[in-house]
């Protein structure tokens, strides 16, 4: 986990540790659970693209088919890369959610409301959607306010 230097002396030490809670979460739990949906949404129609060009030019027996898997890769890439990336931003809001449930959901909502205060170039580059945060899967930080929000104190006690 890298910790951005600008920050070191705007939290406390306390503050930090909301953070490192969800991002742990985040690495630890949920993103390996990712790897077979990133595969399925993104590998899988790409390779069976290939193989169903691939086998195309050999039962028509036209060599020029091949051609056509750009045709099918860019649509393929682009529409795979936008789920991945849906999936890895609901997954980043589910980490808040779990590091809130052990860690206190009012403690990691005033760290995000202090850091939205602070007015950093890139938090809030991320809040009007500049910046790449569509295709980086990264939530905005006024929407993991408004997720935690959502999040009932209940949620910790839950049985799953």
Do not use: C, H
Not at 31 to 60: C, D, E, N, Q, Y
């Amino acid at each position: 986990m890298v910790m951005p230097a600008r920050m070191m002396r705007k939290l406390t030490v306390e503050e930090w540790r909301p953070l490192i809670a969800s991002s742990l979460v985040f690495e630890k739990k949920i993103k390996r659970s990712m790897r077979g949906g990133a595969f399925l949404f993104t590998g899988l129609p790409l390779i069976l693209s290939l193989g169903g060009t691939i086998g195309a030019a050999i039962v028509l027996q036209m060599s020029w088919i091949i051609f056509l898997y750009p045709v099918f890769l860019f649509p393929l890439a682009i529409l795979g890369g936008r789920r991945y990336s849906s999936d890895l931003k609901k997954a980043r809001l589910e980490a808040d959610t779990q590091a809130s449930a052990v860690i206190g959901k009012n403690s990691l909502l005033d760290l995000l409301k202090k850091v939205d205060i602070m007015g950093l170039n890139d938090i809030d580059r991320l809040k009007t959607g500049r910046g790449g945060r569509r295709l980086a899967g990264l939530p905005s930080i006024t929407e993991r306010i408004q997720n935690l929000q959502t999040v009932s104190s209940l949620n910790s006690y839950s049985t799953a």
